[in-house]
Nanobody, 124 residues
Framework: QVQLVESGGGLVQAGGSLRLSCAAS????????MGWFRQAPGKEREFVAA????????FYSDSVKGRFTISRDNAKNTLYLQMNNLKPEDTAVYYC?????????????????WGQGTQVTVSS
């Protein structure tokens, strides 16, 4: 079992920045690929970014590429999402998730463990 707890959400103006964190406990998070997803009201949960367990490879949705950066510190069992140049359409609850190493990093059904989410609101 892996327990995930997100933090760092909040209210920010368009063009601003936020840094989300996801603290992992239980089994060593370095054994898992990690990802960030988000869900806006009335919409399905969508892929944002993912990182391989080694941290070498990263993946992004087209909507955040060039603005968001995913990273991890395996020594601290912590996952991060640096979000720059935020837009009102980035408003959502952001979730971190963990899955066994392998492909299909953007498929939420492949993820075994989820955090409770943190709200990000971007005002125009």
């Amino acid at each position: 079992q892996v327990q995930l707890v997100e933090s760092g959400g909040g209210l920010v103006q368009a063009g601003g920045s936020l840094r989300l964190s996801c603290a992992a406990s239980g089994r060593t998070s370095s054994n898992y690929d990690m990802g960030w997803f988000r869900q806006a009201p009335g919409k399905e949960r969508e892929f944002v970014a993912a990182i391989r367990r080694t941290g070498i490879s990263t993946f992004y949705s087209d909507s955040v590429k060039g603005r968001f950066t995913i990273s991890r510190d395996n020594a601290k069992n912590t996952l991060y999402l640096q979000m720059n140049n935020l837009k009102p359409e980035d408003t959502a609850v952001y979730y971190c998730a963990a899955k066994r190493p392998g492909p299909y990093y953007s498929d939420r059904r492949r993820y075994d463990y989820w955090g409770q989410g943190t709200q990000v609101t971007v005002s125009s």
